[in-house]
Antibody, heavy 114, light 110 residues
Framework: EVQLVESGGGLVQPGGSLRLSCAASGFTFSSYWMSWLRQAPGKGLEWVANMNQDGSEKYYVDSVKGRFTISRDNAKNSLYLQMNSLRAEDTAVYYC???????WGQGSLVTVSS | QSALTQPASVSGSPGQSITISCTGT?????????VSWYQQHPGKAPKLMIY???KRPSGVSNRFSGSKSGNTASLTISGLQAEDEVDYYC??????????FGTGTKVTVL
């Protein structure tokens, strides 16, 4: 059974940083593209970033370019999202997704507020 | 990258068929056969219902079907049931090697 479990969310002040993690199991992690997506409270879904199997290709939505970094550790079956210079508009539930996207994690809430 | 356009709401009676549209441009929906549809219950993670325009993942009811014409993709739900009354989102690959979601549609079963 495919499982994706996000962690690392929480409350952070504007301008602060946070690192999200996603632990994957039930499939060969190193064989798949992986994605991060988000959903602001009461709003729609937004694609944030993805990366290929070996990390040589990474793509981001314009609103997070230069602030967020996606990475992975295939030995640990884990995906990460380093979020810097956080803004109030980054407040959302962040989801980890396999591929483009066939399986989703349960989400991790990030709240940016003073 | 602008969100794909979906109707805010669509409604139908039990047993009827409804269609949700998803309009983009030639740089996304119209340019690639990489359109997906997701169903989302309140407070839950989305579930993949359709991928590559019209393919159904294993376990998804055949009451759900997808199609595309030009820059508009569509999700049709046939034999509408009370359990279908949730939110639906489309998604497409784009020419920028990114993905974009639709604005979302709330389905109401009358």
């Amino acid at each position: 059974e495919v499982q994706l479990v996000e962690s690392g969310g929480g409350l952070v002040q504007p301008g602060g940083s946070l690192r999200l993690s996603c632990a994957a199991s039930g499939f060969t992690f190193s064989s798949y593209w992986m994605s991060w997506l988000r959903q602001a409270p009461g709003k729609g879904l937004e694609w944030v970033a993805n990366m290929n199997q070996d990390g040589s290709e990474k793509y981001y939505v314009d609103s997070v370019k230069g602030r967020f970094t996606i990475s992975r550790d295939n030995a640990k079956n884990s995906l990460y999202l380093q979020m810097n210079s956080l803004r109030a508009e980054d407040t959302a539930v962040y989801y980890c997704g396999r591929n483009h996207v066939d399986y989703w994690g349960q989400g991790s809430l990030v709240t940016v507020s003073s | 990258q602008s969100a794909l356009t979906q109707p805010a709401s669509v409604s139908g009676s039990p047993g009827q068929s409804i269609t949700i549209s998803c309009t983009g441009t030639s740089s996304d929906v119209g340019g690639y056969n990489s359109v997906s549809w997701y169903q989302q219950h309140p407070g839950k993670a989305p579930k993949l219902m359709i991928y590559d325009v019209s393919k159904r993942p294993s376990g998804v009811s055949n009451r759900f079907s997808g199609s595309k014409s030009g820059n508009t993709a569509s999700l049709t739900i046939s034999g509408l049931q009370a359990e279908d009354e949730v939110d639906y989102y489309c998604s497409s690959y784009t020419s920028s090697n990114t993905y974009v979601f639709g604005t979302g549609t709330k389905v109401t079963v009358l």
